[in-house]
């Protein structure tokens, strides 16, 4: 039995390595489309189950762990921007304020599942009309939720963080190692 991890993050996979070498990395392709009905709160649960599931339906016999991230701000889902436009919108709406960085795991092996989410609360500074526009003319904003990457140039974006760092980075390690051996023991894997 091989450890699957559902994800096409290169920080995710950098991540995961902290918790185990031996794995494998495998993209998936789901449909991201959250469900109007949603909290914001449990929308990255549910994408890193849609995810965990279509990894499951490729390697059956295998562990899979799906993960997904969202930022939420006034209880709005910020996902990837699409464009520079988007990413300022973001950026406007973070500029001092507080925010919720959840990130949603979900451990598949047979017909056992687990999924749970870690919370991390980020404070941004506030930022000016140049802070903003030297941001998002990076490359950094255009593949993360929210429009930042914390362990990038967006670490100067952040006032505060509480919680864990790895979360808001993509990947709850300490959680997702004691839940997952957990998982393996109980489950008998």
Not at 22 to 28: E, G, L, N, P, R
Not at 37 to 61: F, S
């Amino acid at each position: 039995m091989k450890v699957i991890l559902a994800s096409a993050s290169p920080r995710r996979r950098e991540l995961m390595k902290f918790i185990t070498e031996d794995f494998t990395a495998a993209a998936v392709d789901a449909d991201e489309t959250l469900p109007d009905n949603i909290e914001a709160c449990d929308a990255a649960v549910y994408l890193a189950r849609l995810k965990a599931e279509k990894a499951h339906e490729m390697y059956p016999d295998d562990l899979v762990i799906g993960c997904d991230t969202t930022v939420v701000c006034d209880n709005k889902v910020l996902g990837k921007p699409a464009d520079k436009k988007q990413a300022r919108e973001f950026m406007k709406m973070l500029s001092g304020n507080v925010h919720a960085v959840f990130t949603g795991c979900c451990i598949i092996c047979g017909d056992k599942l687990c999924c749970f989410r870690v919370g991390t609360d980020v404070v941004f500074n506030k930022l000016s009309d140049d802070d903003i526009e030297a941001y998002i003319s990076t490359d950094e904003p255009y593949d993360k939720a929210g429009g930042y990457g914390i362990q990038g140039k967006g670490a100067l974006l952040v006032d505060r963080i509480s919680g864990d760092f790895y979360n808001v980075v993509g990947l709850p390690v300490s959680r997702l190692n004691e839940v997952l051996k957990k998982f393996i023991k109980e489950n008998n894997i």
